[in-house]
DNA sequence: GCCGTTTTCGGCCCGACTGTTTTCAGTCG
């Protein structure tokens, strides 16, 4: 049982909680529980085998005894009780907007609705507007809602919203009387998906910058509006959230808008204990004086913090990490000196020749630059002759021309279903940087696929393992494999793995990173472009990195060539392999 | 359910908006 199993049944007894009317607060401890188990770099089983669950915040005794209940059983019998009071469909209402488990509760035990399907009945029929505090409108509203949430295809990349919350912002910093306009909530924190846009204004011009956000290309309409927010849709199906504040609030809201949520209570929980109160409008004493709020570090210097870098505001662990001075220098792009995975016209899919593909690497301020053309398996890869007739070819160029990033030769090459690489050992140990990565049999075991990947660990040849857990964000999970064992394995054999920074892979994700960096596994972090546009991919990696809390060091693509060739070359083996000396 | 610089009992973050009401409950972030 992994921590997301764990924390999913968390999260459902807090709605199994709610919907027989639980107390409310057994309901936020459940909650923050769920949370908090979800986001832990570490296993909950090996936190119980040390006996340390109860350290932990947000679990007691009697969380802790769940956990162990869990982990030994696989399911613990409060939860079981609750889900056979429930009808198991109501779970789905909670999910739609504006439907919470008051309603749904209100419609089970007087409509007997049991699903969203009866729900969706029970509002056209006319049932659900005869109960109290129901009515036409709110019911229009429920269907509307249930429309959408049967057409959400889920979270959006970050990429995409990204760029229509960036086109907002701009459109919103033109409106005369705007002092300031930014992007927060889960975008500015980089998450890897988005459920919506949080927007942020500092102006007293409040209806003019309504009248703006309105009039923007990406609106389609208004849904909610009032003196200090509005809520739209935009024609992409996103919501975008708006919110206008006095500039003297500008940074508290900044702060409380960029979340998280459980972030949020903690740092809002520190300010209660020094007397102080923390609203989005400002930080004030106990008499209502404000003391700051104009600027983020304001907020955070008037609870005795240092600023915390949004990517980390999880509520895992930064705050008290901040309070103990223990803040990780987080990796910024600017560190990267080079991308280690690259493809060129050469093989397969890739659409650059070598030279365009240095020339603009070359523009983004990289050092070096690693062509990593497919291997032989996949369509149009290189067998082992042209393999090296590519690495001739790289030599050549990079002997000719002194000008721009310094070309490494090396290979994408495939772990096929054995474990074994895809082109012969002695042709990859010629080869500057080998990366080598899953491409087939995606449904293996766990236990096979550990098996594969640790085989071709172990062959000694290897420098990076590529795109480790082979997810594509919206199209296919990770496969399934024991992470810990290839943890382990790349340490013991010097091989780093790939932050794939490719925006709908993010492959390794951010809490893979700081699992890696806890066991002391090196990164990369690749573009893996297939064109020489998709260079500048690299940031989408750094924010997976940053989120990962890690810093310079935990890095491999830092550090400067000679270091680099170095520290790719003193890991290779096995000893047949070296030339002498 | 958790937790302790007021507490082992009695608190638990705070505010906005909507639709229903005629003062507020439910939901959201």
């Known amino acids: 049982m992994e921590n997301t199993d764990v924390a999913q049944v968390f999260a459902e007894v807090a709605d199994l909680l709610e919907l027989t009317g639980g107390n409310a607060f057994k309901v936020r401890a459940y909650r923050q529980a769920a949370q908090l188990v979800e986001l832990l770099p570490t296993p909950v089983s090996e936190l119980w085998r040390q006996g340390k669950l109860t350290e932990l915040p947000a679990i007691g005794e009697r969380l802790a005894a769940h956990i162990e209940e869990l982990l030994a059983t696989g399911h613990y019998r409060e939860h079981d009780k609750l889900l056979a009071r429930v009808p198991p469909g109501l779970l789905e209402l909670l999910k739609v907007e504006g439907l919470g488990p008051k309603t749904a509760a209100l419609a089970w035990k007087r409509l007997h609705v049991k699903g969203l399907e009866d729900f969706e009945v029970a509002c056209r029929s006319g049932a659900l507007e005869k109960l109290p505090r129901m009515g036409p409108r709110r019911v229009a509203a429920l269907l509307l809602a249930i429309e959408r949430h049967r057409a959400r295809k889920g979270r959006v990349p970050l990429y995409r919203a990204l760029a229509s919350a960036e086109a907002i912002v701009r459109q919103l910093r033109e409106v005369p009387g705007v002092q300031a306009a930014e992007v927060a909530g889960s975008i500015r924190r980089r998450r890897e998906t988005i459920g919506d846009l949080d927007l942020l204004v500092a102006s007293l011009e409040v209806d003019a910058v309504i009248a703006a956000f309105k009039r923007a290309p990406e609106v389609q309409q208004l849904v909610a509006s009032g003196p200090t927010r509005c809520t739209a849709r935009l024609k992409s199906g996103l919501q975008a959230d708006l919110r206008i504040l006095p500039p003297q609030s500008f940074g508290a809201a900044m702060h409380y808008f960029t979340g998280s949520k459980s972030h949020n209570i903690e740092v809002r929980t520190r300010a209660m204990r020094q007397g102080l109160k923390l609203s989005e409008y400002g930080v004030f004493d106990r008499e209502g004086r404000r003391l700051g709020g104009a600027t983020e570090e304001d907020v955070f210097r008037l609870v005795g913090l240092p600023w915390i870098p949004p990517e980390l505001r999880e509520g895992a662990g930064e705050v008290e990490a901040a309070a103990a001075g223990r803040l990780p220098r987080l990796i910024e792009e600017a560190d990267l000196l080079g991308d280690l995975h690259v493809h060129s016209e050469a093989s397969s899919d890739g659409r650059s020749s070598v030279e365009e593909l240095r020339e603009e690497a070359g523009h983004l301020g990289r050092r070096y630059l690693a062509i990593t053309d497919h291997s032989r398996s996949r369509p149009l890869g290189l067998e082992a002759g042209p393999m090296r007739a590519l690495a001739l070819e790289i030599h050549r160029l990079e002997a000719?021309?002194?000008?721009?990033?310094?070309?490494?030769?090396?290979?994408?090459?495939?772990?096929?279903?054995?474990?074994?690489?895809?082109?012969?050992?002695?042709?990859?140990?010629?080869?500057?940087?080998?990366?080598?990565?899953?491409?087939?049999?995606?449904?293996?075991?766990?236990?096979?696929?550990?098996?594969?990947?640790?085989?071709?660990?172990?062959?000694?040849?290897?420098?990076?393992?590529?795109?480790?857990?082979?997810?594509?964000?919206?199209?296919?999970?990770?496969?399934?494999?024991?992470?810990?064992?290839?943890?382990?394995?790349?340490?013991?054999?010097?091989?780093?793995?790939?932050?794939?920074?490719?925006?709908?892979?993010?492959?390794?994700d951010d809490k893979h990173c700081r699992l890696a960096k806890e066991a002391g596994v090196r990164l990369v972090i690749s573009s893996d472009a297939h064109h020489a546009s998709q260079l500048a991919n690299l940031r989408y990696g750094v924010w997976v990195a940053r989120r990962g809390w890690l810093e310079r060091e935990d890095l491999l693509n830092t550090l400067p060539l000679n270091q680099l060739k170095r520290r790719l070359h003193a890991h290779r083996g096995p000893p047949e392999l070296h030339a002498p000396g």
């Open 400 to 508: 000719q021309v002194r000008r721009g990033p310094h070309l490494l030769t090396g290979v994408e090459v495939d772990i096929l279903g054995d474990g074994e690489l895809d082109l012969p050992l002695e042709v990859l140990a010629e080869l500057d940087c080998v990366v080598a990565s899953v491409h087939s049999h995606f449904s293996d075991s766990p236990e096979k696929m550990t098996r594969r990947i640790v085989r071709a660990l172990r062959s000694g040849v290897v420098d990076v393992l590529g795109h480790p857990t082979g997810r594509q964000l919206g199209i296919r999970d990770p496969y399934a494999f024991d992470f810990q064992q290839v943890l382990e394995v790349a340490r013991e054999q010097g091989v780093a793995l790939e932050i794939n920074a490719t925006p709908d892979r993010l492959d390794l």
